[in-house]
């Protein structure tokens, strides 16, 4: 059980440092938009 657990703790912490850097792309490239529309 303990190894199926840490598998699963790995999966997870995998796929959410994916998603947080997915988001930190998408919140940079917002900011640009924002900033060249008030330019």
């Known amino acids: 059980m303990a190894e199926l657990r840490t598998v699963f703790f790995h999966c997870f912490f995998f796929f959410?440092?994916?998603y947080?850097?997915?988001n930190i792309q998408r919140?940079?490239?917002l900011r640009g938009?924002?900033?060249?529309i008030r330019g």
């Open 16 to 18: 959410f440092h994916i």
């Open 20 to 22: 947080n850097t997915n």
């Open 27 to 29: 919140s940079t490239k």
């Open 33 to 36: 938009k924002r900033r060249q």
